[in-house]
């Protein structure tokens, strides 16, 4: 079956940098395209940053010259890295790929279990 796994999150003092990644394991499948979303506690989950399979990327607004999205394609890895961290950056931070699975001939979303990112002094 395919897997979304992440890694990366811990508590970094603001200013401070992580990068997260995000591998996706199985077989049989094409990635279509892959993203980043947090839920902070007591709001809705948003959309940190997507990359799509030509490269294009696009950033929520309060990431943006902070945060930057990548991906390997040989390894299906996707990162993120988080520079110049803000205590309003801290929140679970979850992995999305959107995927054609051959193997069930399923397209859709796939979700990674989130890692913590705190940032606090």
């Known amino acids: 079956q395919v897997q979304l796994v992440e890694s990366g999150g811990g508590l970094v003092q603001p200013g401070g940098s992580l990068r997260l990644s995000c591998a996706v394991s199985?077989?049989?499948?094409?990635?279509?395209?892959m993203g980043w979303f947090r839920q902070a506690p007591g709001k809705q989950r948003e959309l940190v940053a997507t990359?799509?399979?030509?490269?294009?990327?696009n950033y929520a607004d309060a990431v943006k010259g902070r945060f930057t999205i990548s991906r390997d394609n040989a390894k299906n890895t996707k990162y993120l890295q988080m520079n110049s961290l803000k205590p309003e950056d801290t929140a679970v931070y979850y992995c999305?790929?959107?995927?054609?699975?051959?193997?069930?001939?399923?397209?859709?979303?796939?979700w990674g279990q989130g890692t913590q990112v705190t940032v606090s002094s």
């Open positions: 999305y790929a959107n995927i054609k699975n051959f193997g069930t001939t399923y397209e859709g979303d796939y």
């Open positions: 199985g077989r049989d499948f094409l990635i279509k395209a």
């Open positions: 990359i799509q399979t030509g490269g294009r990327t």
